[in-house]
């Protein structure tokens, strides 16, 4: 996954810049999508083209109190790119076609973006700017400048707060033991915003721990619909007071005999996850498939 800034996000009208509305509420669009997309672990789509356009464009050039806040901001976005070049020269076609009513070559620059991110058979999320007018949910872009034809969607953010709704959360699962509790808390904090977000946290993801035994059966579950359910039933867990949980017919949180402490919650019929708190924490401690023996009763 890689994010694509339309240069809108980047780059105003000279009229707009003078409204000082607009420049608070560009500024604070722009360190939003920054926030999300470093806290998401993704990189920034980039060409020289748009780099060397933006350098010579940018209204901030004549602004001395926002000048210098704007280019750290410019060149932390210009650290955290993945550069394309290639093909160099075709562009592609867009259905819708985001335009600055302002400006031919960088509306030129940006299609010569996409056409490369469109080669590269990227699954790309394009970010539009406040003179972006648009809730549209995607945009279809296609070329056949060779004999091979490309042609894709991308979902289309318009807001900062869209994107835990459109990114598919399984794709943030950790796939080793490098790094494992800040990816699997990130994947729940996505299910959460995209599936649960109607219902408050009771239980923090701060206050969240995972045993040794539980990550790497995790990790080794081949079947993404099971890691999927398990991602679901602890976040959905998390919106719930032991009681609420408790009396849930899906969730079915109920103590385990003889295990002073641990309790086992329900991901479908014969499997569990068993956690228990401890210190003010919830530790979960094993997941437990169809085949495998439940001790929860014995």
Sequence with gaps: MISAFHPSVLLCSPDNWKDEIFQDDFIQNLLQHLDLIKELKMNIAWCDEILNFLWSELPWREDYYNEDKLTEIFYEIANCNCTFMAPPDNECNTD???????????????????????????????????EIETEIDSIHVFCDCNPQSYENT???????????????????????????????????????????SSRSLIIKLDDLEFSSGFKRTFKNIGDEKVKQRIIRTITQRLTYTNSEAGFHSGLRDEPIKGKVGERSIRISEGERIHYKKEEGKVLFLKYYSNSKHDIRGK
Excluded at 97 to 110: D, K
Excluded at 165 to 191: A, G, H, R, V
Aim: glycine share 2%; proline share 4%; net charge negative.
């Design 96 to 130: 819708p076609y985001f335009e600055l009513s302002y400006s031919n070559e960088i509306n030129q620059c940006w299609i010569v973006l996409i056409h490369r991110l469109l080669h590269e058979q990227k699954e790309v999320f394009v970010v539009t700017g406040l």
């Design 154 to 196: 991308y979902f289309v953010i318009n807001h900062p707060f869209e994107w835990y709704k459109k990114i598919d959360y399984m794709k943030l699962c950790p796939t080793s033991l490098d790094n494992w509790d800040e990816f699997f808390l990130l994947t729940l904090k996505s299910c959460y915003e995209k599936e649960f």
